[in-house]
Nanobody, 123 residues
Framework: EVQLMESGGGDVQPGGSLLLSCAVSGFTINNYAMSWVRRAPGKGLEWLSN????????NYADSVKGRFTISRDNAKNTLYLHMNSLKFEDTAVYYCARSRRADYNPKEEYEYWGQGTQVTVSS
């Protein structure tokens, strides 16, 4: 059974940091493109970052480039999102998601999603 389980969300002040984790079971994350996606209140889904399978090519959305870092631990089969310099507008539910292939394709729907973890940036 495939499971993606996010954790690490919470309340944080502007300028603060959080580390989100996505623990995966049922497949090997190194074989697939993995992404972080968020949904802010009243808005649609926003792709943030992906790490491809294999060599691990990484891409970021402009909104988080330089502040967020995606990584994975193949031994733990876990995906991470290090979030620094958090802003009010980063408030959202954050999801990890798996693509169907090793290379990320923004035109393809994700095959599996986690349940999400809430991040709230407030003073």
């Amino acid at each position: 059974e495939v499971q993606l389980m996010e954790s690490g969300g919470g309340d944080v002040q502007p300028g603060g940091s959080l580390l989100l984790s996505c623990a995966v079971s049922g497949f090997t994350i190194n074989n697939y493109a993995m992404s972080w996606v968020r949904r802010a209140p009243g808005k649609g889904l926003e792709w943030l970052s992906n790490i491809n399978g294999g060599e691990g090519t990484i891409n970021y959305a402009d909104s988080v480039k330089g502040r967020f870092t995606i990584s994975r631990d193949n031994a733990k089969n876990t995906l991470y999102l290090h979030m620094n310099s958090l802003k009010f507008e980063d408030t959202a539910v954050y999801y990890c998601a798996r693509s169907r292939r090793a290379d990320y394709n923004p035109k393809e729907e994700y095959e599996y999603w986690g349940q999400g973890t809430q991040v709230t940036v407030s003073s």
